[in-house]
C-alpha cells in the first residue's frame, strides 16, 4: 500500500514495526471506500479517541474488499458515529477551517469529559491495596493473590482497540503517575508479601517492551519463592505476532519465557483475541507454536462489542480456533463503562444469550471459558442466567473474583432489566436492599463498603 508510515518503533531488521497514525487517516479510510464527508467525521472521532494501527494489522488483518464493514476494520478504525453527532460536526468544522492544535484540544477535551474517562478503579490504581503501607507507583493490589504491574516502558500498544477501556491512557487524559520503573521497589512488594502467588503484567501492553526491558521486571521475580505465576496480558499475538516470530528480540522472548518455566513457576500469556480472523494468517499460527514451545499457557479472552462479535457463533468459532491451536479459552468480558459504550454496549440479557448458545456448542475442553464477565469495582461480576422466581424476573450472578475473597462464588439476584448494560444499572431483587458487597444505608440504596477492606 502507498501510505507511508511513521519510522521504525523498535529496532528491527527485515520487516519493521510501523505504526500508522490520524496523519495516515485519509489514505486508508479512502481505500475502505468512504465519501469525503465520511472520512472527515472519522477524522474528527479521531482526534478525541485514539488512533493507531500498523502494517500488519492494515496488510493482513483487515479486510479491505469487506470494509468498512469489516469487523477487523471496525476493530481499530473509528466510527462517524461512534460519538454524539454535534460533537463530531464541531470537531469537523474546525477541521475544516484549519483550527490550531490548541483549539482542537481544547474542544476535544471537552467531548473527552463527558465519556467517563475514568472508571471505577481506573484513577486511583495504585490506592486500593491490601495493606495499610504506603502505595507502590506502578503496583495496584488488586485482589489478595494478585497484583497487577504497569511498567512504564509499557504504556502504549501496537494498535489501538477502538473499544478499549483505558482509552484515556492513550491521549494523554489519564493521570499514568501509577506506571513506574522502580522494579527494586515493585519486586520488594511482592516479596514481603506471601499472599501474592500470581503478578499479571499490563499497560497498554507489555510486549510493546523489548526483550532487554521486560527482562528487568521479569527476572527478579523468578527469585521469589511463593510466587506461582507471571502472567501477560496482550494484544500482541493478534496485532503484532512477528513480535514472537522475526523480530531481532524474539528468540531472546522466548528464551526468557522458557526461564520463567523453568524457574518453576506458570508462564501466563493472557491473549487478548477479538474475533476468529485474527488467527488466519500463518504468522499469528507459528507465533502460538512458538510461544507453547516455551513451556507457557495461552489463555484467551475479549470483551463481547456490538457491531465486532456480537453473535454466538464467531464467539464458538473463536474458542474453537483457540483450542484447536492449543490455546485455553478464558473469559469473556463485558464492555465496560467508559468512552463510546453507548455505541459498543451489549445489554446484558443478550450478552449472556450470546455467551450460552456458543458455550452450549464447544467440547467441554473449551468450557474453561467464563462469562460474560464485568470486570468492576467489587471483583469480576458473572451473569450466570435468567430465571423467575415466584413471578419476578431476575438476573442470576455470582463473583468469579472479589477483593473480599468470602464473597466468591456465592450466588446472588438482580432485577431483570433488559437494557441493562452494566453493574451500575443492575438493583438488587427479591426484597434486597443491597448487593453482597454493600453495607444497607438509611436511604434503602447500597453503598460501597469501606473500601480499605475491600
Ligand atoms: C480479570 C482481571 C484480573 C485477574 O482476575 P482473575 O480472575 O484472577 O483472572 C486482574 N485485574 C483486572 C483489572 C482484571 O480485569
Redesign the pocket.
Known amino acids: 500500500m502507498s501510505v507511508t508510515p511513521d519510522a521504525a518503533l523498535s529496532p528491527s531488521a527485515g520487516r519493521r514495526f510501523r505504526a500508522y497514525t490520524t496523519k495516515h487517516l485519509d489514505e486508508l479510510t479512502a481505500r475502505a471506500g468512504l465519501a469525503a464527508d465520511e472520512q472527515l467525521a472519522v477524522k474528527a472521532v479521531a482526534h478525541v479517541l485514539p488512533f493507531r494501527v500498523n502494517s500488519y494489522v492494515i496488510d493482513e488483518l483487515v479486510d479491505w474488499d469487506a470494509a468498512p464493514d469489516d469487523p477487523i476494520y471496525r476493530l481499530v478504525f473509528p466510527q462517524a458515529d461512534m460519538l454524539p453527532s454535534d460533537d463530531v460536526a464541531r470537531i469537523a468544522d474546525l477541521l475544516k477551517a484549519g483550527a490550531s492544535r490548541k483549539e482542537l484540544n481544547e474542544t476535544a477535551n471537552k467531548v473527552r469529559a463527558k465519556l467517563n474517562p475514568h472508571p471505577a478503579?481506573q484513577m486511583d490504581l495504585n490506592v486500593p491495596k491490601l495493606g495499610n503501607e504506603e502505595p507502590i507507583p506502578g503496583i495496584?493490589h488488586?485482589?489478595r493473590?494478585?497484583v497487577?504491574f504497569f511498567p512504564k516502558q509499557g504504556q502504549t500498544c501496537h494498535a489501538y482497540c477502538t473499544y478499549c477501556f483505558r482509552w484515556a491512557q492513550f491521549v494523554g487524559d489519564a493521570d499514568l503517575k501509577f506506571a513506574s520503573g522502580e522494579i527494586d521497589q515493585m519486586t520488594e512488594y511482592v516479596r514481603s508479601h506471601p499472599e501474592i502467588t500470581?503478578v499479571?503484567f499490563?499497560g497498554g501492553d507489555p510486549m510493546i517492551m523489548g526483550e532487554s526491558v521486560i527482562s528487568r521486571y521479569i527476572e527478579p521475580l523468578l527469585e521469589i519463592e511463593h510466587l506461582e505465576a507471571i502472567?501477560i496480558g496482550t494484544k500482541a499475538l493478534a496485532y503484532w505476532p512477528q513480535r514472537f516470530t522475526t523480530d531481532p528480540d524474539a528468540d531472546e522472548t522466548l528464551r526468557l519465557f522458557e526461564k520463567v518455566v523453568e524457574s518453576g513457576k506458570n508462564l501466563a500469556f493472557?491473549a487478548h483475541f477479538s474475533h476468529p480472523n485474527e488467527m488466519r494468517s500463518e504468522l499469528v499460527q507459528e507465533a502460538v507454536r512458538r510461544i507453547r514451545s516455551t513451556g507457557a499457557i495461552i489463555r484467551t479472552q475479549a470483551p463481547l462489542i456490538r457491531t465486532i462479535n456480537d453473535d454466538s457463533a464467531t464467539w464458538e468459532s473463536m474458542w474453537r480456533t483457540h483450542l484447536r491451536h492449543g490455546m485455553v479459552p478464558?473469559?469473556m468480558?463485558v464492555e465496560r463503562d467508559t468512552g463510546p459504550q453507548d455505541y459498543f454496549a451489549v445489554p446484558l440479557a443478550e450478552a449472556y444469550e450470546i455467551f450460552r448458545e456458543a458455550y452450549q456448542n464447544v467440547s467441554g475442553l473449551a468450557r474453561t471459558v467464563r462469562g460474560p464477565?464485568m470486570?468492576a469495582t467489587p471483583g469480576?461480576v458473572c451473569v450466570d442466567g435468567v430465571v423467575e422466581v415466584g413471578g419476578e424476573k431476575l438476573f442470576v450472578l455470582h463473583l468469579?473474583?472479589s477483593r473480599d475473597a468470602e464473597l466468591v462464588g456465592k450466588p446472588f439476584f438482580a432485577k431483570y432489566d433488559e437494557k441493562a448494560a452494566w453493574l451500575s444499572d443492575l438493583k438488587p431483587a427479591l426484597g434486597a436492599t443491597h448487593f453482597p458487597w454493600e453495607v444497607a444505608s438509611d436511604a434503602g440504596a447500597g453503598e460501597l463498603i469501606d473500601p480499605t477492606r475491600l
Do not use: A, D, P, V
Open positions: 478503579g495496584q488488586k485482589y493473590e494478585t497487577l500470581s499479571l499490563t502472567r493472557m478464558y473469559y468480558f464477565s470486570s469480576k468469579i473474583q
